[in-house]
């Protein structure tokens, strides 16, 4: 291989850190909205996922396993809750709170038991969940920015789907217990996509944000205001 899978889980950490970088320096240089801050959090827990993947790697251990898909499982959910605030307004994780635990829960569980594969499999199949949610979150929100709102939930779909077919490619398998880190077709076509997939998405957060703020300036100027700016 040209590439490595060790050197796409590193772009995916480094593309997801720069992205984080962009989200806290707009969050204390201007306003922001509540969900910009969410969606760092959770990109920030995926930053720190796709680290110890690598970590993961070279040291198959069931802690740093849990530690790896425990976060991912956390990051990903977090991001839907954002999808949520966005739509709604409410930060909702008394709904995605209990989805999150119960991924984690599981997560841990297999991989304590020693099937690291099927620890994977879950992982998988919850961040898959998440991002299809998101996905359709957005989807519900496009009137506010159609072709924004639109590309961001099709960005959320396509990865969705390439973590489920990393999945699937692995149920079929049926591989629970792995002596090696996973490598076929579908985790390499997953990490790709998820490095431009995840710069995608945070750009798109970021003019979400601008325009919302420009909104809310907007509306909460006095009227007549704007006329007297204008002379």
Same mark, same amino acid.
């Given at each position: ?9 590193? =772009?995916? @950490? *480094?593309? +997801? %850190? ?8 707009? &969050? ?5 909205? $509540? ?87 879950? =992982?998988? @199949? *919850?961040? +898959? %969940? ?8 957005? &989807? ?5 920015? $159609? ?85």
């Amino acid at each position: 291989m040209l590439i490595s899978d060790h050197t796409l889980l590193l =772009a995916i @950490g *480094f593309s +997801a %850190l720069c992205v984080v970088v962009m989200f806290i320096v707009t &969050w204390f240089s201007t306003r922001s909205e $509540p969900f910009l801050l969410t969606w760092a959090a959770g990109t920030a827990m995926i930053v720190f996922s796709a680290f110890g993947f690598a970590i993961y790697n070279v040291n198959m251990t069931p802690l740093v396993g849990v530690v790896t898909f425990a976060t991912m499982i956390v990051g990903l959910g977090t991001q839907f809750s954002a999808a949520l605030q966005f739509r709604t307004g409410r930060l909702p994780f008394l709904i995605t709170g209990p989805v999150i635990l119960l991924g984690v829960l599981a997560v841990g569980n297999a991989m304590f038991s020693g099937y690291n594969g099927l620890a994977i499999m879950i =992982a998988q @199949g *919850f961040a +898959a %969940l998440f991002l299809a949610a998101a996905a359709f979150e957005y &989807w519900k929100a496009r009137t506010e920015a $159609p072709a924004a709102l639109t590309i961001l939930a099709l960005l959320n779909l396509v990865t969705a789907v390439a973590f489920s077919m990393s999945c699937a490619v692995l149920v079929l398998d049926g591989e629970t217990i792995l002596n090696s880190p996973p490598r076929n077709w579908a985790e390499t076509l997953g990490r790709a996509v998820s490095i431009v997939t995840v710069i995608g998405m945070g750009s798109i957060a970021l003019v979400l944000n601008r325009w919302r703020v420009e909104a809310s300036d907007a509306q909460a100027k006095p009227p007549g205001e704007a006329a007297s700016i204008g002379d």
